[in-house]
């Protein structure tokens, strides 16, 4: 089977190669065995335990190994989403000693984004 016109046929207009994406994604400079982990909520309600839960998991994961914890924001779902929601993730993470480093800060994100999901139209695609 040849998958490259496999992918023409379903997803014509991506014209990105592997090759465009690893130079605008280029490897991390981490250490062996480092993992990198992310926590992706939804800005659609409060914080509660079981997101404090998975980000602590995966931030101490990311800082035991040397690797990165990063924030990542799935706000696809528009209706539900509520105003300030991004920030009142931010400050419940931060009220309990969590820190990403990367994601949407305030200042303009870092490194590896966009870090909302609606941003990233141009590599992944919803079907």
Known sequence: MDYNKLAEL???????TIKDLEELFPERNLPKGAYVTRFAPSPTGYMHIGGLYAAMISSKLAKQTGGIFYLRIEDTDKKRELAGGVDEIIRSLGGYGIFFDEGPFPDGEKSYGPYKQSERKHIIRFV
């Open 10 to 16: 379903i997803f014509p207009e991506i014209k990105d």
